[in-house]
């Protein structure tokens, strides 16, 4: 059964079937298919709902039934115990490699952080128990999020953290998950949803790479992370991959609460070039993703940081020009004896304004502008070799990127090699035309579509 799961998605399978004269080669998409989504490539050529228009008053009004032996709770994240449930169940049971090498390590702290943004229903934090015991065996939550999509501006769902217990897999409680959840946005009169996955399912929006930029060599070659190619040897790699001690960017210095208007005005600004992006509406919305998540000051030492910001002040005029973050993701490392954890930083949101600089194009036309793009593409390349520089201070292993938002201009040059997952980016009853996900376009540097940063 496994095997021809495996197969199934393969060209292999088809050609198999084709001779044996078995089932349809296609994944059935047993769920998939019943869900108001662009059912496959072709069918995204409108831009729009899919559903017809709904109240909340149309929406069943009790939880969608679950397999006996198992109830709804709702996760009060804002409790100890309970952000502790979620966290132990994510770190036995959540998103692993495809060699099974590697599981994400979401810490309580980031999970707070990632599921109360202003305005977030504490009801689309929803767990599954069992009912005997107890036990917190599935999970999936929701935060509220305003996107645009090309034109159009619209409140969605940002779907985040499915979950169910490795024992519980293939019962198709995934779908009793995603159901509820669905449930309990309507009910708020929001009926669109984004979200991201490692597997492909109907249909895509846009599709991203991931790339790795090493800041500990010696350790990612021993963990398995990093190759070590023939003649290459590691005291060179160390060499090759060591940022250096200073920023360089005058200006440049970590980011601070008064900064957050100027950085949202800055943020929504860059942020509307793109075909799919994060509003940003509110400097709550800043304060939250940026702020909050460097975590308090005790004794002088930040524990528990979880998001890293960086501004670039003028000098002469005191103004902002820039911003630029990342966020720590660690990894548990499966079966290894020596290492148990990759601490991993991922590339999150930045903006320039150098963009909207006098002379250079207006926001619109950006991308076809080449002394403009030339000149993002120097300032980005700098902000990023001074974001290295912190990164290795604070002793990460490695930055992840995505061939997302303009991270094309510095992938190559900061010597971010390509990795082998994709984050594939779906949207919930909403139809748009693929998105550029940056896979064609790294080496030419140009901007992808995709202005949204999913945790
Ligand atoms: S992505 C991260 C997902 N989590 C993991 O990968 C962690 C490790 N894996 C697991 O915990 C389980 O394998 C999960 C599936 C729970 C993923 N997105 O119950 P099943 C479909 C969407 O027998 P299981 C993230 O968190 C699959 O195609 N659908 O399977 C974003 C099949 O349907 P169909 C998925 O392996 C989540 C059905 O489920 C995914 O035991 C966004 C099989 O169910 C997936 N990642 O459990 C969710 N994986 O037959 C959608 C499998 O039709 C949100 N499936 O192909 C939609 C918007 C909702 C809100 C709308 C508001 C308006």
């Not at 034109?151 to 490795?166: G, P, R, S, Y």
């Not at 001074?386 to 002793?395: F, I, N, R, T």
């Not at 919930?428 to 202005?451: E, F, H």
Request: proline share 5%; aromatic share 10%.
């Amino acid at each position: 059964d496994d095997i021809r799961k495996a197969l199934q998605a393969t060209d292999l399978m088809k050609l198999l079937e084709g001779h044996l004269g078995g089932p349809p080669a296609v994944a059935e998409h047993k769920f998939w298919k019943t869900q108001p989504v662009p059912q496959k490539e072709g069918d995204q050529e409108t831009e729009g709902p899919i559903d017809e228009h709904k109240t909340p008053a149309d929406v069943q009004q009790h939880p969608i039934a679950l397999p006996a032996g198992f109830e709804w709770s709702v996760v009060d994240v804002k409790k100890d115990d309970e952000i502790d449930e979620v966290h132990n169940l994510l770190t036995e049971n959540y998103v692993e490699d495809d060699d099974a090498m590697f599981r994400f390590r979401y810490s309580r702290e980031f999970l707070l952080w990632a599921l109360t943004p202003p305005g977030y229903y504490k009801e689309w934090h929803i767990g599954v128990r069992v009912q005997k015991t107890g036990k917190l065996v599935g999970f999936i939550s929701g935060i509220p999020v305003e996107l645009r999509v090309r034109n159009n501006t619209f409140m969605n769902a940002e779907i985040n953290f499915l979950c169910v217990h490795k024992k519980l897999r293939s019962k198709r409680l995934a779908p009793v998950l995603i159901k509820e959840v669905t449930r309990r946005v309507n009910l708020e009169n929001i009926w669109q949803a984004i979200y991201t996955a490692g597997v492909r399912i109907p249909t895509p929006f846009s599709t991203c790479r991931y790339y790795h930029r090493s800041l500990n060599p010696a350790k990612l070659v021993d963990i398995g992370f990093s190759p070590l190619r023939k003649g290459e040897t590691i005291a060179r790699l160390v060499r090759k991959y060591n940022p250096g001690e200073q920023t360089r960017t005058p200006g440049f210095r970590e980011m601070v609460p008064v900064d957050v208007p100027q950085v949202a005005a800055l943020l929504r600004r860059y942020l509307g070039r793109f075909d799919c992006a994060q509003m940003f509406n509110t400097d709550e919305d800043v304060e939250h993703w940026f702020i909050s998540g460097m975590g308090t000051e005790v004794n002088g030492k930040r524990d528990n940081q979880v998001v890293w910001a960086y501004v670039v002040e003028d000098p002469t005029t005191n103004l902002i020009t820039d911003v630029v973050s990342f966020y720590t993701l660690p990894s548990t490392i499966m079966q290894h004896p020596k290492h148990d954890c990759l601490n991993a930083a991922y590339m999150f949101y930045y903006a320039s304004d150098v963009v909207f600089a006098p002379g250079a194009s207006s926001d619109d036309a950006f991308t076809h502008d080449l002394k403009t793009q030339n000149l993002l593409d120097r300032r980005l390349n700098a902000l990023v070799t001074d974001l290295l520089v912190m990164a290795k201070k604070h002793e990460f292993d490695v930055v992840n990127a995505l061939t997302l938002l303009d991270n094309n201009m510095f992938l190559d040059e900061q010597m971010f090699g390509r990795g082998d997952g994709a984050l594939v980016h779906y949207l919930y009853n909403w139809s748009t035309a693929p998105i550029d996900g940056g896979l064609s376009t790294t080496s030419q540097r140009k901007s992808s579509g995709v202005g949204v940063v999913m945790l």
